[in-house]
């Protein structure tokens, strides 16, 4: 089965004249979903940048609520000059793009009570992934661990084509404060992603010229600068994951062939070309390590009243429940951090601090 859909897939994406061009709904919920950000290029001079954010939702992520969940996180997501085409001051949601696993994962994206966070929905391949019904399984079935992976980085390479910086997070987020103030702000690298699970709590600092960890790459966030050095690689990623057999064990595609691609798209390119650079577990922390963020690069201890001390988690931008084992448990899980951050009088999407 997976070798079937594997043929499927790399017949619907390449052609005779090479990969196929975006589509048209592809085209069009991006060109009216994005937004503007001020930033500053690699020689210091003031730029703006225009961006979109892009998830997944499957029919049991809508239907547990994590989506509304965290739409609702991204609502709250503001910034100074950040905006619609036409200059108006804008909430991140209105700038995310929904991929849906199925017609009724669209179909639920779509209702009306969402309407209100003003998110674009997108049909990712259906043909190939109406079957996933919780994200969480993704790693049991490798069926679906390839099919995913491969529309979501055709995805990515279609976006970042158009010309638009994209930020990917898996739909096991939720925010605190606004993301895109963190990329813009504190990182400079082509390609900013998650910590590799190894990792846990201590920073990765990638120093130039030094080769990526030879890690699983788990990529549950990724943020591209668009570029010519972003699309080539995401091209080359593209072309070797649909054009050779790699052996999924329990994990998406992606995250088996990510570091062969870039590792030597940076050995051939150089880091002026592309670089990589990833996210600090104090801002993004992982429930799989961690149950109350990470201090000191070690694993952060709740306070007497079970809380997650105020310090740590006033620097959260951030946190990722990929833990979860089914889209219920997520959304509790997400329901209780936003509880916890406001009941220490933390405001979600004020700035972060440190």
């Not at 979501?152 to 976006?159: C, E, N, Q």
């Not at 084509?161 to 690298?189: E, R, W």
């Not at 990623?237 to 088996?256: G, Q, R």
Request: proline residues 6%; contains cysteine.
């Amino acid at each position: 089965m997976c070798q079937d859909h594997a043929a499927a897939q790399r017949d619907k994406y390449w052609h005779e004249h090479g990969l196929v061009n975006p589509s048209r709904n592809l085209r069009d919920q991006v060109d009216w979903g994005f937004g503007y950000y001020p930033s500053t290029a690699s020689d210091g001079t003031n730029e703006t940048r225009s961006f979109v954010l892009m998830t997944i939702a499957t029919p049991a992520s809508i239907a547990a609520g994590v989506l509304s969940t965290l739409l609702e996180s991204l609502s709250k997501q503001t910034a100074p000059h950040q905006t619609n085409p036409f200059g108006t001051g804008t909430q991140l949601s209105e700038h995310t793009i929904v991929a849906t696993t199925s017609h009724d994962a669209q179909m639920g994206c779509a209702k009306e009570e969402l309407q209100k966070y003003k998110h674009k929905c997108y049909e990712l391949d259906h043909e190939f992934n109406q079957g996933l019904q919780d994200f969480a399984a993704l790693g049991q079935s490798k069926e679906h661990a390839y099919t995913v992976a491969i529309s979501r980085i055709k995805t990515l390479v279609d976006i970042v084509s158009l010309g638009y910086d994209v930020l990917y997070f898996d739909p096991h987020h939720i925010f605190f404060q606004n993301p895109l103030d963190y990329m813009y702000t504190k990182t400079k690298a082509h390609l900013v992603i998650s910590p590799t699970p190894a990792s846990q709590c201590k920073r990765l600092v990638q120093a130039p010229g030094a080769p990526l960890p030879d890690d699983h790459h788990k990529l549950d966030m990724i943020f591209m600068r668009s570029g010519p050095g972003t699309f080539r690689c995401l091209y080359n990623w593209v072309y070797y994951a649909t054009h050779n057999n790699v052996e999924l064990v329990d994990k998406p595609l992606d995250h088996h062939t990510f570091r062969t691609v870039f590792q030597d798209c940076i050995s051939s390119l150089g880091s002026d070309i592309m670089s990589v650079e990833y996210l600090d577990p104090a801002a993004f922390p992982a429930d799989c390590h961690t149950k109350c963020g990470c201090a000191s690069e070690v694993p952060a201890a709740p306070g007497a009243t079970g809380d997650c001390p105020k310090e740590v988690m006033e620097k959260w931008v951030g946190y990722l429940f990929s833990c979860a084992p089914n889209a219920q448990a997520l959304h509790d899980e997400m329901v209780k951090y936003g509880d916890m951050y406001t009941r220490t009088g933390l405001v979600v999407g004020s700035q972060a601090q440190g």
